[in-house]
């Protein structure tokens, strides 16, 4: 696709993240677990808790996002953390991800992030395969830890 910007979100594009991620979560079987709201990513934009790059499409608006955050790793130092990654499906195969996924690790740079961490389903064949084009290293052995203080 030509003319794909990729670009911070800001709290006007709240919605638009939503949606990608209940499309994600519909694509991970899981379309029911989706609890946040628009006001919760209009405040993690407002209050910098996240940072969201977007791919927005001169005809079709936004069609990808990647939102990340900072940790630290007690190991590693600044460390920067990738929640959700995703083109909407229909766009997909287009080097959209790419863009994004690239933009990501540039801004990760800047920042002087010394690691970049994320999950995948271990399902999700075609992600992981995008993934080790960018020598990742997936780590088995690991679970991981979850309390729902919401619910």
């Not at 001169?58 to 990654?85: C, K, Q, R």
């Amino acid at each position: 696709m030509d003319n794909i910007l990729i670009e911070f979100a800001s709290a006007q594009d709240a919605s638009s993240l939503l949606e990608l991620v209940n499309e994600l979560a519909e694509y991970e079987k899981a379309a029911n677990e989706v609890s946040t709201q628009v006001k919760d990513y209009e405040n993690g934009l407002n209050n910098n808790l996240f940072k969201a790059l977007v791919a927005k499409s001169p005809d079709h608006g936004i069609i990808g996002m990647a939102l990340y955050y900072p940790v630290f790793s007690t190991w590693n130092g600044l460390t920067i953390y990738l929640e959700d990654f995703l083109v909407k499906e229909r766009f997909r195969g287009k080097g959209i991800g790419k863009l994004l996924f690239e933009r990501w690790i540039e801004e990760s740079k800047k920042t002087g992030a010394r690691m970049l961490k994320w999950q995948v389903l271990d399902w999700n064949e075609s992600a992981k395969n995008f993934y080790l084009k960018y020598n990742t290293r997936f780590f088995t052995g690991w679970e991981n830890g979850v309390i729902y203080l919401y619910k």
